[in-house]
């Protein structure tokens, strides 16, 4: 199913640390670990803006 760059990126800037755009694609076991971890420690949520801004919209995780 087709997901929303745009919501995805909103919800890794606002809401990344709780790995809630991990959850919003469907990656439950990365959003867990996004959740335990204080997404990556701060460097995975960085890393994910920036690979959802040159992602096409809509995108297939």
């Excluded at 606002?14 to 959740?35: D, Q, S």
């Amino acid at each position: 199913m087709a997901k929303s760059k745009w919501v995805a990126f909103f919800l890794c800037l606002f809401l990344g640390i709780f790995g809630a755009h991990k959850f919003y694609e469907g990656r439950i076991l990365f959003g867990i670990i996004y959740l335990l971890t204080g997404g990556l420690f701060g460097i995975g949520v960085i890393f994910d803006l920036i690979i959802l801004i040159l992602k096409p919209n809509p995108y297939y995780p």
